[in-house]
């Protein structure tokens, strides 16, 4: 399967982007889906995940309550929408599938990504 991230963007800080994961290949319908960020000089981050079904949603508690996961199995598509964004939310953002798993919120457990899309937040 290969997944293409996109709809990052600048946007001062309190705004909102919308990013979108279409995927090709195979469907995403039986594998959980992931948002995961890497600001500069750091570790890549877990930030949401929706199971399949989207029966189990996960969240990293620097974003919750802003950002909320979705999927659009029709359109093969997972989107994020951030909300209130911060500066600290400045990162590259990955999409990333687990067909093994019914959810994690673990780097390892995700057996494809996407090339990332840039999110700037200015203060």
């Known amino acids: 399967v290969q997944l293409q991230a996109s709809g990052g963007g600048l946007v001062q800080a309190g705004g909102s982007l919308r990013l979108s994961c279409a995927a090709s290949g195979r469907t995403l319908s039986r594998s959980t889906m992931g948002w995961f960020r890497q600001a500069p000089g750091k570790e890549r981050e877990f930030v949401a995940g929706i199971s399949s079904g989207g029966g189990w949603r996960y969240y990293a508690d620097s974003v919750k309550g802003r950002f909320t996961i979705s999927r659009d199995d029709a359109k093969n598509t997972v989107e994020l929408q951030m909300n209130s964004l911060k500066s600290d939310d400045t990162a590259v953002y990955y999409c990333?599938?687990?067909?093994?798993?019914?959810?994690?919120?673990?780097?390892?457990?995700?057996?494809?990504w996407g090339q990332g899309t840039l999110v700037t937040v200015s203060s």
């Open positions: 990333a599938a687990d067909y093994s798993g019914i959810g994690s919120r673990y780097r390892s457990d995700y057996e494809y």
